[in-house]
T-cell receptor, first 113, second 112 residues
Framework: EAGVAQSPRYKIIEKRQSVAFWCNPI?????LYWYQQILGQGPKLLIQ????????DSQLPKDRFSAERLKGVDSTLKIQPAKLEDSAVYLC???????????FGPGTRLLVL | KQEVTQIPAALSVPEGENLVLNCSFT??????LQWFRQDPGKGLTSLLL?????REQTSGRLNASLDKSSGRSTLYIAASQPGDSATYLC???????????FGTGTSLTVIP
């Protein structure tokens, strides 16, 4: 079974630029999660989708972050404009249902200069 | 808001030793608790998932326990090996099914 795919793996941008991350979950998984993991901290949930609907986005900084999962499969997370404090690893995960085991992708490491 | 704490933040043990990692959470209204492993530069791998109605789960040399009423979970690793070196994270799911919270992790080093 193929795992969760993410791209790019690394990204370096300057502050105020825009960036987008892509995630392809495990086939058949209805639930998709985006997390932000700052160095030395545990992952923080940014947004959670059930199919193409948002279940929880309470910790998403909506003034600069956006995410979509239009067809209930792939998802993109966008930051516009980026700030220095957005430097982190952005992890995507998927699960078959809301409360089952989550499977994580390798993450995208973002550095904002 | 749920707070998840892991102690210690870092741990070094000689190979072959048994060890316990601790996780505590402030809100007992959880659906389940998971233990993950994270290797440097990589994503997370799920190790064990304990439903709120369960007391423990075992997989190979790993045993996780859950005491929901006291807000605690432990991960027991038997006969540690250098390959066990990684960061171990616990995470709880709120009983509504969303609101997923991670701890800050315990960095484990097993010395050959």
């Amino acid at each position: 079974e193929a795992g969760v795919a993410q791209s790019p793996r690394y990204k370096i941008i300057e502050k105020r630029q825009s960036v987008a991350f892509w995630c392809n979950p495990i086939s058949g998984h209805a639930t998709l999660y985006w997390y932000q993991q700052i160095l030395g901290q545990g992952p923080k949930l940014l947004i959670q989708f059930q199919n193409n609907g948002v279940v929880d986005d309470s910790q998403l900084p909506k003034d600069r972050f956006s995410a979509e999962r239009l067809k209930g499969v792939d998802s993109t997370l966008k930051i516009q404009p980026a700030k220095l404090e957005d430097s982190a690893v952005y992890l995507c995960a998927s699960s078959s249902t809301l409360v089952e085991t989550q499977y994580f992708g390798p993450g995208t490491r973002l550095l904002v200069l | 808001k749920q707070e998840v704490t892991q102690i210690p933040a870092a741990l070094s043990v000689p190979e072959g030793e048994n060890l316990v990692l601790n996780c505590s959470f402030t809100d007992s209204a959880i659906y389940n608790l998971q233990w993950f492993r994270q290797d440097p530069g990589k994503g997370l791998t799920s190790l064990l998932l304990i439903q709120s109605s369960q007391r423990e789960q075992t997989s190979g040399r790993l045993n996780a326990s859950l005491d929901k009423s006291s807000g605690r979970s432990t991960l027991y690793i038997a006969a540690s090996q250098p390959g066990d070196s990684a960061t171990y994270l616990c995470a709880v799911t709120h009983n509504t099914g969303n609101q997923f919270y991670f701890g800050t992790g315990t960095s484990l080093t097993v010395i050959p």
